[in-house]
């Protein structure tokens, strides 16, 4: 009796852990998809619930060259638990990716997946007391907002210069084509590169009304 007590107390069901519940049917979920209710929780340390749910994300994740793109779904698994300073926030975010290969610019997607570790203090606890708003999230309202973890999360798990394949050869530096694709030993005839700068160096000298642009008549 006393254990199936505990269970019901240690174990508060997803269903539970929403915005939906509190605020109708256009719920703050939709806009913003990454705060989660936990009044449900209480104050209980020892509590704990598990939130599965797929959310859209309404500003893109990532960094310049790839990302979860606004208006994607975002998967959470995550488990809440109540400990004695706050709430603690195990668990990850997962979505699909699109961006852009670094050295051929050909569209590149993927999905990309976050671990996340947070600690959001109590109002009035210790850690809220002495830590810097910075450092440790808080609960506000009795909500927490994931929002910011997940964009930092997705930010340092993508890479700044994503590439299509390893070994991606890029573009042709004079016509653009995707090495890639172009014909074995695609090449032009061209000046050789190193009398191409003594060229344009001739060039200059010659628009500056130099003197020593006369020698260049020999
Ligand atoms: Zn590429
Ligand atoms: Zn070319």
Redesign the pocket.
């Given at each position: 009796m006393i254990r199936d007590r505990e269970r019901m107390v240690q174990f508060v069901s997803d269903h539970a852990v929403t915005s939906e519940a509190s605020h109708g049917p256009d719920s703050a979920s939709r806009r913003d998809p990454f705060v989660l209710d936990v009044r449900p929780l209480g104050r209980r340390p020892g509590t704990m619930s598990e939130v599965h749910r797929t959310v859209t994300t309404p500003d893109k994740l990532g960094v310049e060259m790839i990302g979860i793109p606004a208006g994607s779904d975002v998967d959470l698994d995550l488990r809440l638990e109540s400990v004695s300073e706050g709430i603690l926030v195990t668990g990850t975010a997962c979505g699909e990716t699109a961006g852009q290969c670094s050295r051929c610019i050909e569209p590149i997607d993927g999905t990309v997946t976050v671990f996340l570790t947070e600690l959001f203090a109590y109002p009035d606890s210790v850690t809220e007391q002495t830590t810097e708003e910075d450092d440790v999230h808080r609960i506000v309202d009795d909500r927490i907002d994931l929002e910011q973890s997940i964009i930092d999360a997705v930010a340092l798990e993508l890479p700044m210069s994503p590439l299509c394949s390893e070994d991606c050869p890029g573009?042709?530096?004079?016509?653009?084509?995707r090495?890639a694709v172009?014909e074995p030993g695609?090449?032009?005839e061209l000046i050789d590169p190193r009398w191409a700068g003594l060229e344009n160096k001739f060039s200059e000298l010659a628009e500056d009304g130099n003197p020593d642009d006369q020698e260049s008549r020999d």
């Open positions: 573009l042709c530096q004079v016509c653009g084509i090495l172009a695609h090449a032009h």
